[in-house]
């Protein structure tokens, strides 16, 4: 079936990220699991293959492609490796930040290791007192002479750990000023006065997540992304490109569980039959099998109305909260489609533990339908 958002020079870039993600990524899938070890030399392979935010533009490291382009390789590593897939999403989501709001000779360094595969940088808003307010920040930042000084905590932050940078959000101004007293600086990895720690997390355990310490931690002030008290205004517009990645991120996942649990349906038998012929097991399949096409379709759909220029933020919200249930109710499913061979430690498990992770982070389905609402009702009508 022929897919309206992808045409043949697409189809073929996302032929060649199959092929790759299958040799190289895929059988490394459960040992990265079990040793929590990001591997860099695939990280140095997707970046010399053009795998790494393809959407960038040539002067920063990109090809200039397209965000259709980033979605379709970010969905082939995912289906291969949800947790490695980390490193498209971050890339994409960090290198539009750091092109569009960094001083050119400090970002643009940095945007071409990231695009290389030599840089990680994570993103760092959450805050011990909750997520899901994000504007409302208590990590303070202070200018002092020509630096910002940074002291506070930031929580369940991927790649904590192992990030070689960090955009930070912190409060510049008052309390009172909400949103609009938040600034965004890119801090180095081994900046002095910076500690970490890694979280035991239940699922995307290559990647991991944890905490940021700063302690009187000091930046130069032309490491500030976007202006002083409106970063948070600024940069926060770059989400809506990474919640439709994450959906085809986790709907990758759904779809290779799709694909060996129709196989494995297929062949086994019962009662004279395969498992396929008994309606309690093919109907629930094609039900989600459907939802599935219908959401990645959605995703594709957010990502052309972001190469065109268009109004996105409601598609993008939607990907956000309806693709991580999903992916997660249909990896489920095909687990118990496999009985006892798929409760047992192996991908399908492992699937449904990385996928869950992406109902929690990232903006919570909640927070999305308010997006959703406002965009149909207006902000007035739907306050909070």
């Keep these: 079936m022929r897919n309206p958002y992808l045409d043949e020079s697409l189809q073929a870039l996302a032929e060649q990220a199959r092929r790759y993600a299958r040799e ?8 990265r699991d079990r040793t929590r070890v990001l591997d860099r030399t695939l990280m140095r392979e997707m970046g010399g293959m053009g795998f790494i935010a393809p959407e960038l533009p040539e002067r920063w490291g990109g090809q200039g492609a397209g965000c259709l382009a980033a979605g379709v390789i970010h969905e082939e590593i995912a289906a291969a490796d949800l947790s490695l897939s980390y490193v498209n999403l971050l890339a994409s989501l960090n290198g539009q930040i750091l092109a569009e709001h960094g001083d050119a000779a ?3 360094p940095w945007l071409q290791r990231l695009t290389r595969g030599e840089a990680l940088v994570a993103i760092a808003l959450t805050e011990p007192r909750g ?20 002291d506070g905590e ?3 932050i991927s790649a904590a750990d192992q990030a070689d940078a960090i955009i930070v959000f912190g409060r510049t101004g008052s309390a009172e000023s909400g949103a609009h007293g938040v600034t965004a600086l890119l801090v180095p990895g081994d900046a002095k006065g910076l500690t ?27 490491h500030r992304l976007g202006q002083e008290n409106k970063g948070f205004v600024q940069v926060m517009q770059g989400f809506d490109f990474s919640r439709a990645l994450i959906g085809l991120q986790v709907l990758a996942v759904a779809r290779v569980a799709l694909e060996e649990t129709w196989a494995y349906v297929s062949q086994r038998e019962a009662f004279g039959k395969p498992l396929s012929a008994f309606q309690g097991v093919s109907h629930p399949l094609a039900d989600l099998q459907t939802k599935v096409e219908a959401a990645r379709l959605l995703c594709l759909q957010a990502l052309w109305l972001k190469d065109q220029g268009l109004p996105h933020s409601a598609e993008a919200a939607m990907c956000k909260w309806w693709a991580p ?8 499913q095909c687990l118990l489609s496999f009985g006892h061979g798929g409760y047992d430690r192996g991908p399908m498990e492992q699937r449904l533990r990385d996928v869950l992770g992406f109902q929690i982070g990232d903006g919570t389905a909640q927070i999305m339908k308010t997006v959703i609402a406002r965009s149909r009702a207006g902000r007035g009508a739907v306050p909070n």
């Design 24 to 31: 190289r990524v895929a059988p490394g899938y459960q040992e």
């Design 106 to 108: 400090v970002a643009g």
């Design 325 to 332: 249930q999903l992916a997660y109710d249909t990896v489920h």
């Design 196 to 222: 970490r720690s890694r979280f035991d997390c239940h699922g995307q355990r290559a990647i991991g997540r944890g905490s940021l310490f700063f302690d009187n931690v000091r930046v130069p002030l032309d």
């Design 131 to 150: 997520g899901s307010d994000a504007a409302n920040l208590r990590l303070r930042v202070e200018r002092s002479g020509d630096e910002y000084v940074i």
């Design 154 to 156: 930031k929580t369940s």
